[in-house]
């Protein structure tokens, strides 16, 4: 973990917090010797440790847990010319070599992670020494090691074996572990979130953005889903379901955070936290994600900025086709999830493109809008939840939660029966009700059916680009490489690999 960590351990603990939102501050007169001494320390370090999820939500999850699937992929504008490091995962062409890859999203993916780890390890290390009020030091805890688990649990399902820290890194010689084994490394994710869920207060009793008992229950059920441990991924589950903090709310739309005052509301679980404006805590992933060339006229009536400017480039996140064949007649999220966009300087012959459009909200300057990451919903609770029930043959009390999904979705009851049955119904709702939000590659390879999804998806897209975006001219079409990458995981990044003998 390397040079790029070592340097950062020097940089964990130099933040400061407002009250109600996970806002860091540096301050460059602090440091690790002087800094740990009070209360108010040790919330400004498990603060700091939330910091790195704004890139990598904003920046890197969606590029490989999204992109990297088949409901997003690659729009082309050939004046512009490839931009690499995306087309690449859109492809399932990730170039290795030596099992590792140049990829850029990888390489910052990782760090971003790692950085987390570093810093709640900074205060893991060091709590015990300082004497404070005994509820708060537990909440900081509770925060810290359930960031850990779940920068670790985000590392081992895209790489596997990975370098398993607990302490702060003091020297180079310390920086570069060898690689553990995945068991090792799950075996830390659950006692991590095990000893964090009874240290954690309820949602009703936390300071908004900061995670939860139910944030810490929710993550270790899916840990436990992930393993196929259905009983455990039940029993942890079940409380979050019978607390009273979460329900759906009303519609599918209001539960994304489209304004301040929905930030955090009755269907959220745990969201990244982002702020529009000057103090550099925004977000721009939804301009990330449209399609391009877009004109200032264009893009106007989907942001409402003042200052609106028109968008060039490559668009790497259009939703797939088959994305949209996935939504049922009737399904009242495909059209809160996707719009449509006439792009006048597109090359295509229709120039009408789909785009994310369910973090859409307006705001005032151009590429700086505060929407919130949803990374677990109450939603997917009860999904997680039915699928543990359906794999122990308890299918009937598994169909009636997917039907509470669905019926806020505006359809009717499933009609599902047996246990491939209704596991079939559950991994499709997943795909239409997540959809965006970073579940559909894990969904995918933690099923064992990237085979049986993602190589006949990658024919379609040979056999006919011009359905899936490509202009019509000459050379317009996928590369040669296009999905002969079909790893579960994916190479670890070169530039670490340079900093350490155990890749």
């Known amino acids: 973990m390397k040079k790029y960590n070592v340097f950062l351990l020097s940089l964990a603990f130099l933040f400061s917090s407002c009250e109600d939102f996970l806002t860091v501050v540096p301050e460059t007169s602090l440091s690790s010797a002087t800094f740990f001494q009070t209360e108010a320390d040790f919330i400004q370090a498990v603060n700091a440790a939330y910091a790195p999820l704004r890139p990598y939500y904003n920046d890197r999850a969606w590029l490989l847990g999204e992109l990297h699937s088949d409901n997003l992929y690659y729009g082309r504008n050939i004046l512009f010319g490839a931009t690499e490091n995306h087309q690449n995962l859109a492809d399932f062409a990730v170039p290795i070599s030596g099992g590792t890859t140049p990829n850029v999203h990888v390489l910052n993916a990782w760090r971003n992670l790692y950085l987390t780890i570093a810093r709640t390890n900074q205060v893991l290390d060091r709590i015990d020494a300082v004497n404070f009020n005994a509820d708060s030091k537990n909440n900081v805890r509770g925060q810290a090691l359930f960031l850990r688990a779940f920068s670790y649990f985000h590392l081992s399902r895209y790489f596997g074996k990975v370098p398993l ?16 084994e995945e068991s090792e490394v799950f075996a830390q994710i659950i006692a991590d979130l095990t000893e964090a869920v009874p240290l954690l207060p309820q949602k009703s009793q936390q300071l908004p953005g900061r995670v939860t008992q139910g944030s810490a229950r929710t993550l270790l059920g899916d840990v436990y889903i992930y393993l196929k441990r259905w009983a455990e991924a039940e029993q942890v589950l079940a409380p979050v379901i019978s607390s009273g903090e979460y329900m759906l709310m009303p519609s599918y739309e209001m539960a994304f955070s489209e ?21 550099g805590l925004q977000g721009n992933f939804m301009y990330q994600f449209m399609p391009r060339p877009i004109s200032i006229v264009e893009l106007a009536p989907i942001m409402g900025t003042i200052n609106p400017q028109e968008l060039g480039g490559e668009g790497p996140a259009v939703p797939t086709p088959d994305l949209i064949a996935a ?13 449509y966009i006439f792009l006048s300087a597109s090359f295509r012959d229709d120039k009408v493109y789909p785009y994310i459009k369910k973090f859409q909200s307006n705001h005032v300057q151009h590429n700086n809008h505060g929407m919130n990451w949803p990374v677990y919903r109450y939603a997917e609770v009860l999904l997680l939840m039915a699928e543990a029930q359906n794999e122990q043959g308890k299918s009937g009390e598994a169909v009636s939660l997917l039907n509470l999904v669905r019926q806020r979705a505006g359809l009717g009851a499933s009609t599902a029966t047996g246990q491939a049955g209704v596991r079939e119904a559950i991994f499709k709702e997943r795909r239409v009700e997540l959809a965006f939000e970073n579940k559909r590659w ?8 990237i085979q049986e999804i993602i190589v006949p998806y990658g024919q379609r897209i040979i056999a006919n680009p011009l359905d899936y975006y490509y202009p019509p001219v000459p050379g317009a079409i996928p590369p040669s490489n296009a999905f002969t990458v079909l790893d579960k995981f994916y190479p670890y990044p070169s530039l670490e690999a340079d900093l350490t003998p155990h890749f």
Do not use: C, W
């Open 442 to 449: 894990f969904d995918i390879m933690r099923t064992d059916r």
């Open 327 to 339: 939504y049922e007649d009737g399904d009242l999220r495909e059209e809160v999830s996707i719009g």
């Open 259 to 279: 304004s301040v005052n929905n930030k955090n509301n009755a269907e959220s679980v745990f969201e990244v936290q982002f702020k529009e404006g000057p103090e």
């Open 165 to 180: 820290h607990l302490k702060p890194v003091a020297t180079r010689d310390q920086s570069a572990l060898p690689l553990s």
